[in-house]
Structure formats: C-alpha cells, structure tokens
C-alpha cells in the first residue's frame, strides 16, 4: 500500500515536471493503477490516433504492449518518441506469425498459386493481418497488396480483400478471420489453417486450391479460455443475460454469445443498454471490471469466473510507469521503441489502405 501511493506520488510528479510535452496512452486492457493516469484510453488503432491529436507532445508512453506502440510510433511524426514502459510486454498472439515463418508460407503459397492475376484481375492470394501483428509482418502485407484490420472493421476489409483476391491470407488470429469470415458466408471447408511447423500449412493441395480464407494458427490466449459452458452457466444463473464476447473467442463460443464485438463495441453496446441489464461479457478481465465500476446501474461479470488477466498488459507495473517518466524528466529515453523507416512506410500503406476501405 505504502509503495503503492508512493509511486503513484512519483508517477503525478513526472506528469506535472513533464506537462504538455508527454501524452500517457493507456489501453483498455491495463489494470486502475496504470489507467488513472492515462491522457487517453481505448483499443490500440483508437490510442494510436489520439496520439496524433497531439503533435506538441515529444514523448508518447504506450500503455499497452509492443505491437501497439510499434502502431504508434508508425503513425506518429518522426520527432515524437514512443516509449513502452516495460519491454517485455509483448503479445503472445502478435508472436505466433514471426517474420520468417510467414515468408516461408508465402513461397509455398506462390510456388502453388503463382503470381498472375486471373481474368477479374485478381490476386492469387491477399495477405491481410489483425492489428494485433508486429510491424514486421504489416509491412508484408503493405509490400503485397494487402491489408490490415482491427476487430471492428475485419468484415469491410476482407470484403475489401475478397474484391482484389482470389482468396486472403490472415493472420494471426485463427479465430477472428474464422468468425468474421463466418459471418460473411464463407462456408468452413473453404478456410483450412495453416500450421507452419508442417509442409502446406498441414493441408492438401487441393484443400488450399479450394480455399477461400487461409487462416494463420495464432490465437489469444486470454480469449481462447472462454467455453460454451460458461455461456450456459451464466445463462442458467441469470436469465435474460446478454452474453457479449470478442471476437477472438473460439468459434462456438461466439455462436452461443448473443453477441460478439470489438472492445469499442462492447462498451457502446453495454453503455446504450435499458438501466438493470444483465451482461456475461467475454473479454480482458481489468476491462469487464472497469465496465461493471462505471456502471453501476447494470449487473456485469466476466464470463470466466477464474480472474484472467492478459499477463503480458499485466506487465506494464505502475513502477516501470515511474521509471520511464523520471528517466523522460531526467532527459533521459528508456525503451523506446522505434520502428525502422522502410519498414515503417510499408506497414504505413497497408494501415492507410485499411482507413480508406470504406463499407
Ligand atoms: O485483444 C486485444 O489485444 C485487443 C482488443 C487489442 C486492441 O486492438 O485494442
Ligand atoms: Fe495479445 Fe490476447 Fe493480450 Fe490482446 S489480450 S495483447 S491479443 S495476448
């Protein structure tokens, strides 16, 4: 406790001796003590762009995890500095589709495809990543034709996609393009996985030829720990429960929700709801929680009754927050993260194609 109002003594400090020459970005996913101190809180495409609301400020501390300040620091102007407080926030999902392995499916891809456009003008195939992705594999997709997405608009830039290709890559989540893609008519044999521990991915020939999705293995381990069960047990508990998940739940979890939706979605849905609704909500247990504190007229839990956290948000401690924040008052950068400038204008086409692919 003690240590806890200390630091957070510290963190006011820095912010004060700092003023307008720091913005604090805190995603949704991060615990009160990180947040309380935030400028701006939301998803990582929504923190990305309320860092360019403010251009006068020279430092940008991402709360969030390193492909989220990687988006930034792409999306920022060149003077600005972005600064993850602890370097070993990662994402385990963002992980699965290292640069390497996706080069080495790509070849197989072409070696089977090749790399004529058909009669339609089509692609053989149209890489298209989550947000969720390091800088590394948007730049694939910005040097490819390709694209990326966030979980609330996947359906307008796979149709985007769908338009330009014969079929679409995606990556890294399974369950995103399995559910979107799902939701849109693609029917499920025409979206083999590709594993790429195994030669094609793990799939036949054919099975590739046929496709119309091929769906990278990643997935989010905080969001693959939600179950049918649950969904019914909360449903038994409280009837009328409206059951929202994210997207990156598994398949028949999001079939059994009435719902599914984006961060964003989910609190519009849980803020434009008659007062005394019921919400079971399937997403990052500090954001459920946050959700049930600001609204107090509704009854909301978490669908999980086993605290789940996503471990690596979690690693971003108020006292790296200190840290980073007298290092910045000292004149001195720690952790920065800096993406390298080809590979920053690659990624920066495949995210400008995302905002101009319009429903
Ligand atoms: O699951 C995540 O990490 C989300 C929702 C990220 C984001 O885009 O804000
Ligand atoms: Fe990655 Fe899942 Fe954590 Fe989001 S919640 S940062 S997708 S591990």
Redo the contacts with the bound molecule.
């Keep these: 406790r003690a240590g806890e109002v200390e630091l957070e003594a510290r963190i006011l400090a820095a912010k004060e001796a700092m003023g307008e020459r720091l913005v604090i970005l805190g ?3 991060q615990r009160d003590e990180v947040v309380k101190h935030a400028d701006f809180v939301g ?3 929504q923190l990305a762009n309320a860092a360019l609301t403010r251009p006068d400020a020279e430092a940008i501390v991402f709360c969030g995890v390193h492909f989220m300040a990687e988006t930034a620091d792409i999306l920022s102007s060149p003077d600005q500095t972005v600064i993850l407080p602890n370097l070993a926030a990662g ?1 385990s999902m963002a992980d699965m589709a290292d640069a390497d392995s996706v080069a080495d499916c790509w070849e197989q891809l072409e070696e089977l495809f090749g790399t004529e456009p058909d009669d339609a003008g089509r692609q053989p195939v149209i890489p298209v990543t989550y ?2 992705s390091s800088a590394a594999l948007k730049a694939f997709c910005g040097r490819h034709g390709g694209i990326v997405c ?2 609330s608009n996947a359906a307008t830039v796979l149709d985007w996609a769908f338009e330009r290709g014969q079929r679409v890559l995606f990556f890294p989540d399974q369950h995103l393009g399995r559910n979107t893609a799902k939701a849109m008519g693609v029917p499920l044999e025409r979206m083999p996985m590709w594993n790429p521990r195994k030669v094609l991915g793990g799939n036949t020939e054919q099975e590739l030829l046929d496709s119309q999705v091929i769906l990278w293995h990643g997935f ?1 381990s905080v969001h693959k720990r939600f179950t049918v069960n649950q969904i019914e047990k909360a449903r038994a508990d409280y009837p009328g429960v409206r059951v929202i998940v ?1 997207p ?1 739940c598994p398949m028949p979890v999001v079939d059994a929700a009435d719902e599914a939706g ?2 964003d979605y989910i609190r519009k849905a849980i803020a434009a709801a008659e007062p005394g609704s019921v919400f079971a909500v399937g997403t990052e247990i500090n954001m459920v929680n946050r959700l049930a504190a600001e609204h107090p007229e509704h009854t909301i839990f978490c669908l999980d009754p086993v605290i789940c956290p996503c471990s690596t948000m979690y690693r971003i401690h108020p006292g790296y927050l200190a840290w980073v924040l007298e290092g910045l008052v000292a004149g001195v950068v720690r952790n920065q993260i800096g993406v390298d400038s080809d590979v920053a204008s690659d990624a920066r086409v495949a995210l400008e194609r995302m905002l101009a692919a319009k429903p």
């Design positions: 995603h949704f996913y998803d990582s495409f994402c947000m969720n966030t979980s989010c994210h990156e984006s961060t």
